[in-house]
């Protein structure tokens, strides 16, 4: 019976694979690099890539967007800002992109809360604003909206 690897692979905010594996091949940024049980302990660089992992024969595909990669003789842990399998980079970029949406929209409101902030400072500095409780309301001294 071959030995396995444990190859755990990691991103901010997900566990993306954590199994025994037979191989695992990706790239770091001195070129490719294989790593079945008992490989020597070592610490890599990941380059962006596309990362084999063979299990019991079958390969799958998981994209990689750089990272690093800390190899002992019976694991692998591989951690990257970004990280999926190849089949579902679709799913990935999408919820990339509700999460840049939900971010722009954030943005947003905190640009117009500081947009009102600035001018209502700018009317205490000319003298045409006298209640910093209206400041802070969001209305001058005649009812205006800031």
């Known amino acids: 019976m071959e030995a396995k690897l444990l190859l755990r692979a990691v991103t901010p905010d997900n566990l993306l694979l954590e199994e025994p594996v037979d191989m695992v091949i990706f790239r770091t940024v001195e070129g490719d690099m294989g790593v079945m049980a008992g490989h ?6 990941l380059a962006p890539c596309e990362m084999m992992v063979r299990k019991d024969g079958v390969d799958e595909t998981y994209l990689v967007s750089g990272g690093f990669a800390i ?54 500095l000319i003298g045409q604003e006298t209640s910093a409780y209206s400041i802070l309301k969001g209305k001058g001294e005649s009812g205006e909206e800031l």
């Open 71 to 124: 190899i002992d003789r019976d694991k692998v842990v591989v951690m990257s800002e970004l990280a999926e399998r190849h089949d579902r980079m679709e799913a990935l970029l999408e919820k990339m992109e509700q999460a840049r949406k939900k971010r722009k929209a954030e943005s947003q409101v905190w640009e117009t809360d500081v947009t009102r902030a600035e001018r209502a400072i700018r009317r205490m």
């Open 40 to 45: 020597e302990p070592s610490a890599v660089t």
